[in-house]
């Protein structure tokens, strides 16, 4: 399906605000991008008095007409565990978004619901990419050159070697351009540089790792993701959780923190006052909801998971960045990656 | 060995910068501790020059008294392997280091040297703790509540349930009790809270702590260590390992963007000059030289571990480090909660 018009379902239950916050961060992207289309999956009588309330001057008719909705029967809960997901899961409005995929009908899905779920529902709707075995998600995260794309965050506890090698592959070709030249520079996460560090299963992948034809840079540390050594970095979903939320937990602290001191006596909010200006730009860069939406890689299909709190704001950030996964067609590209090296390096 | 009188190995060689780091920062923790004596460990060649360079304004008699020396024949390069150390490591400055508390002629030992070679000489020359399998790194964070104890920070990549179970033990006795009231919270990390999460290790270690007598308050994720929920937080060495070091890139990433917002342009400048003042606790707070000394739990002693590049600071942080926890004789307290557990759950 190569088309300029782009069509994305949105599960308008996925998240912590449902409806409230889904149908207005939706008529946001659709007033940047007149290319796109909506299919919004839900439950009407919760759709409607949203969809009501909204004026032609917060949505003029052009982003409105865009908008489709997609009856569902139910929701699944924020905490759905992948057998309730599989069982109960038909009809609800997170099945109904990937089955637009599935059915060819939309280019992308989107939902702030259940990692769990999105992912059991996902390997069923959609099925894995031949050659991958397991799907991954990727983040995004500041570092000192840029941004780092660390995966995977929780879709897998633990991996095999050769499961890290297909993640590396997938993250190589999935990492966003900007301002990148070259190919991204791809690195394996671990307790130290040197070859003789870590234990089987990495120092297997970073043996196949050297062998293949991406730009492999070897192992990094936990301070190199910051540090902008790679520009994709590879791990297990248990560590890859424990650092991606540590890390919003850290910055989330240090910015309150930074955020009393300012108010801390007149003094102190006087100089606030002339460097908030300033500050704004460091603030916002390390803004979580900035950073929100995480390609769920490996499945034959454009996948986005929201982080379950995002505002408005925050979901229209993972909209965005599925309908740039969906224009690149990065399934398509990681397919094409993979048979390649297949012919050419036996993987 | 219970006195008032502390003696402490001090491995001189051990971090980037050796003598001229290890000699100045032993000499500012004596002018503290009155009733501390420290054994300094390494080459005579390398030490009297800056012990001749010391004045008697830098370094009273009084504390140039209680600094004894040790000669050794040899210095560990900063990456030394343990099976180099273990070859090799004989009548080097650690060795001799972890040799005096071996031989019961000092309290605790420190040294900045390679981990994994602390870790290999730890364990031969002093031993395990009856019942302790594997030691365990632990170090301080700072969290919204005062202080989170993270172990295992990379002495043990992989490990079985029953570890995890100790590592929660000795954590919850070596943790410091400033400011806490009642038993420390003790929790374990993994990718949510819910009993169904995380794999078959992590569960088991998860149902046996909830049967033991300490304060296990369950699983905790990764934002919650900042978040302050727990006074001591158990994972495998790996996940452990990216978690400090990840966090230690993100706190100097965001610090390095403040710095350059409070420069830039003069409103900025004008504002940080306001600031500086309010700003420094909170800057000081997240200084990782101010969390400096990583305890190496499970020995028949006190060891603790400076990081390499510790100035003369942040090394005298990992000697007062040890220092308490001679004091509080954390290797005994261990091994007696061991004891009793042994007896009350047949642990």
Chains 1, 2 share one sequence.
């Not at 300029?4 to 149908?23: E, K, S, W």
């Not at 390997?123 to 397991?134: A, N, Q, S």
């Not at 997938?170 to 540089?193: E, I, Q, R, T, Y």
Request: with cysteine; aromatic share 4%.
């Amino acid at each position: 399906m190569v088309t300029d018009r782009i069509v994305l379902a949105l599960d308008a239950h996925g998240g912590d605000f449902g409806p409230q916050v889904t149908i207005p961060a939706a008529l946001d992207v659709l007033s940047i991008h007149s290319n796109l289309e909506i299919l919004l999956c839900g439950i009407s009588e919760d759709i409607l008095p949203v969809l009501n309330k909204i004026t032609s001057e917060q949505a003029p008719k052009h982003c409105i007409d865009r908008l489709a909705t997609i009856e569902a029967n139910h929701a699944l809960t924020p905490d759905a565990r992948p057998v309730a997901a599989l069982r109960r899961g038909k009809g609800s409005s997170l099945w109904l978004a990937l089955e637009q995929v599935a059915n060819g009908r939309a280019h992308a899905c989107v939902s702030a619901g259940s990692t769990a779920a999105i992912l059991a529902l996902g390997v069923k709707l959609l099925g894995m990419l031949p050659g991958i075995e397991r799907p991954a998600l990727m983040s995004r995260v500041p570092s000192a050159s840029g941004h780092t794309n660390l995966l995977d965050l929780g879709a897998n506890l633990h991996v095999s070697a050769y499961q890290l090698v297909q993640f590396a592959i997938m993250g190589s070709v999935a990492c966003p351009l900007d301002g990148l030249s070259g190919a991204p520079k791809v690195a394996l996460l671990n307790v130290g540089h040197e070859d003789s560090k870590g234990d089987a299963v990495v120092k297997e992948a970073h043996a196949m790792l050297k062998e293949l034809p991406i730009n492999y840079t070897g192992f990094i540390e936990g301070h190199d993701i910051f540090a902008g050594k790679a520009d994709v970095a590879v791990c297990d979903g248990f560590s890859g959780n424990l650092i991606i939320k540590s890390g919003e937990g850290l910055a989330t602290m240090i910015f309150r923190h930074i955020n009393m001191a300012m108010n801390r006596g007149w003094f102190a909010k006087a100089g606030a006052f002339f460097l908030r200006k300033s500050l704004q730009d460091t603030l916002e860069r390390f803004e979580p909801s900035k950073h929100n939406g995480a390609p769920l890689l490996g499945l034959r299909g454009v996948v986005v998971k929201s982080h379950g709190n995002a505002d408005r704001e925050a979901l229209g950030h993972a909209i965005r960045e599925a309908v740039v996964e969906a224009e690149r067609q990065v399934p398509q590209l990681i397919e094409s990656m993979i048979n390649d090296f297949s012919i050419e390096v036996g993987l």
